[in-house]
């Protein structure tokens, strides 16, 4: 709800303090009064485009603050919430413009841009008039408002999570499409190096352990050949031989020598003991220093082979085995791609059709719901003298989507033959605004409504049709705060409060003000939009005639 509106230094205002009051509030004044200064204020502080010659002549910086109670949960705190802006149960807006024309907007005291003012008076404010800009014209809006005649929250939210669904299934098919397609590409090289290492069947460490066997071997070739010939030296042609036949002659000897070769005896025996020792450690030496020359040979293809194919796809040796895996894994991805195309193929089907059954579903109801909307707007349209007009909602196919499959669009007849075709097309300027209204009226709903302004909605109609828009605008006001510019007396007649609108010429400066009605000054202004100048006693009678309703 606005609950106040501040006007310092605007156009002919000077300064200006209204206090607006749930139901309907009455504007009224004559003609050039400044009863639309009021509107270009308030658009002003909303952030709407409107003339640029706000400030009052003479004056160096003009301000409009407007005041706003919010209820719990309303819509303008996700746009305060996505702006960084404070919350609270009241929101203030307020907007100066300066000399140079330079225009600063503040939100709860932060100061704010008018992207922010537009985005926050979207939620708060809906302007109605002979050039209606609340959405009512813009068939854009239209499937959204009959929806919500519809109450088809529920069917729209199943709708748009089936979209949802169906989105991520198409999305998960197109990725597996082109995963496959980039595998197939490489097919040729999958099959050849996934045989390639199957053949080879690295093992992790196998480098290492061929790589220190290599290294024995080769070790073991350099020094074999001086080991035989060590083993030679202490064999039978060697040492040995040449120890036992010293052995021999000595001993041979000996039992003429008196016991001098005894020692020289007993201590070769012992050599020939340890030289025998000696002999064998050799030879078992030279039987582990030998091998096949082929095993060498073996030992480096393999080695060689592992160090070759690391290379070749630049990876470790001991990884060589996770990269065959990986292979093995995009080629059976390859070879069962097929199948698993078909599954998320299957699964897209299923997801197309759940989107369809519910979309269809909210067909249906939009179908009935629009139906009844016309049977409304016909009830509404003839007490508003345009009984001979006809309101049809079209319902057409679209594209389907996360709104479903239905295109909506309002269209009016305003004479019986004529082709139906766009509200703001077919309708004059006053046969427009009881459209609006009667279209207003219909979409009525309960809960969070915004502030509802109506500019001279009213302009050519009088009589019954004048008071068949103030019953109109008093019913709307019943569930929403409703600010209405009039020259009507049937529709101020039916005013929950009532402001006079006036103009004032003092040492030579005009200014507007704005006067809040009593009852008594209530009837006399209600008299004078009857009579004119001249306020008469009929006159009079007939405003209380009104006002008694």
């Known amino acids: 709800m606005l609950r106040a509106l501040e006007i310092r230094d605007m156009l002919l205002i000077d300064r200006l303090e209204l206090g607006f009051q749930p139901g309907l509030n009455v504007l009224t004044g004559e003609t050039g009064a400044g009863k639309s200064i009021l509107l270009d204020c308030l658009g002003f502080v909303l952030g709407w485009r409107g003339r640029g010659d706000l400030l009052r002549n003479g004056a160096e910086l003009g301000e409009v603050v407007a005041v706003f109670d919010l209820p719990a949960a309303h819509a303008a705190a996700q746009v305060l919430a996505e702006a960084g802006l404070p919350q609270g149960d009241e929101l203030v807006l307020r907007r100066t413009i300066g000399t140079d024309g330079r225009r600063n907007a503040f939100v709860n005291d932060r100061r704010a841009t008018?992207?922010?003012?537009?985005?926050?008076?979207?939620?708060?404010?809906?302007?109605?008039?002979?050039?209606?800009?609340?959405?009512?014209?813009?068939?854009?809006?239209?499937?959204?408002?009959?929806?919500?005649?519809?109450?088809?929250?529920?069917?729209?939210?199943?709708?748009?999570?089936?979209?949802?669904?169906?989105?991520?299934?198409?999305?998960?098919?197109?990725?597996?499409?082109?995963?496959?397609?980039?595998?197939?590409?490489?097919?040729?090289?999958?099959?050849?190096?996934v045989k390639e290492l199957d053949q080879l069947a690295p093992e992790p460490g196998e480098e290492a352990s061929l790589d220190a066997r290599r290294r024995a071997m080769q070790a073991a070739e350099r020094i074999r050949g001086d080991v035989a010939r060590a083993l030679a030296a202490l064999g039978p042609e060697g040492a040995e031989g040449a120890m036992g036949g010293a052995g021999r002659w000595l001993e041979a000897v000996s039992v003429r020598a008196d016991g001098l070769l005894d020692a020289p005896i007993s201590a070769l025996s012992r050599a020939m003991i340890e030289l025998g020792e000696a002999a064998q450690g050799v030879e078992r030496a030279l039987e582990t220093l030998s091998h096949d020359p082929h095993e060498l040979?073996?030992?480096?293809?393999?080695?060689?082979?592992?160090?070759?194919?690391?290379?070749?796809?630049s990876v470790l040796a001991d990884d060589l085995g996770d990269f065959a895996h990986g292979l093995r894994s995009r080629l059976a991805a390859l070879d069962g791609g097929e199948g698993h195309l078909r599954a998320l193929r299957m699964a897209l089907a299923a997801a197309d059709a759940a989107h369809a059954g519910a979309a269809a579903a909210l067909a249906a109801l939009r179908r009935t719901a629009a139906g009844r909307l016309d049977a409304a707007m016909a009830g509404e349209l003839a007490p508003l003298k345009m009984e001979r007009a006809a309101f049809t909602t079209e319902i057409s196919a679209a594209p389907p989507g996360p709104e479903g499959i239905d295109a909506v669009s309002f269209v009016v007849a305003t004479n019986p033959g004529a082709p139906p075709g766009p509200l703001n097309r077919i309708a004059s300027g006053g046969e427009l605004s009881r459209f609006l209204l009667a279209l207003k009226v219909c979409l009525m709903r309960g809960g969070e409504a915004p502030v509802m302004i109506f500019d001279e909605i009213d302009r050519g109609v009088g009589g019954a049709t004048a008071d068949a828009v103030g019953r109109r605008l008093a019913r709307l006001a019943a569930g929403a705060q409703v600010i209405v510019v009039t020259h009507s007396p049937q529709v101020a007649a039916r005013g929950s409060h009532h402001w006079r609108v006036e103009k004032r010429v003092a040492g030579g400066k005009t200014t507007s003000r704005v006067v809040a009605l009593d009852a008594e000054a209530r009837q006399g202004e209600i008299a004078r939009m009857l009579a004119g100048e001249s306020v008469t006693e009929a006159a009079r009678a007939a405003a209380a005639a009104l006002l008694a309703g």
């Open 114 to 193: 008018a992207e922010v003012l537009r985005a926050l008076a979207d939620t708060l404010v809906e302007l109605h008039g002979q050039n209606d800009d609340g959405g009512l014209l813009n068939a854009r809006g239209h499937r959204a408002l009959l929806d919500a005649f519809a109450g088809a929250e529920p069917l729209l939210a199943r709708v748009r999570s089936a979209w949802a669904a169906r989105a991520a299934a198409a999305g998960t098919l197109a990725e597996a499409e082109a995963a496959l397609a980039a595998v197939r590409g490489e097919e040729d090289f999958l099959r050849h190096a």
């Open 297 to 313: 040979e073996a030992c480096e293809e393999r080695l060689f082979a592992i160090r070759a194919l690391a290379r070749k796809h």
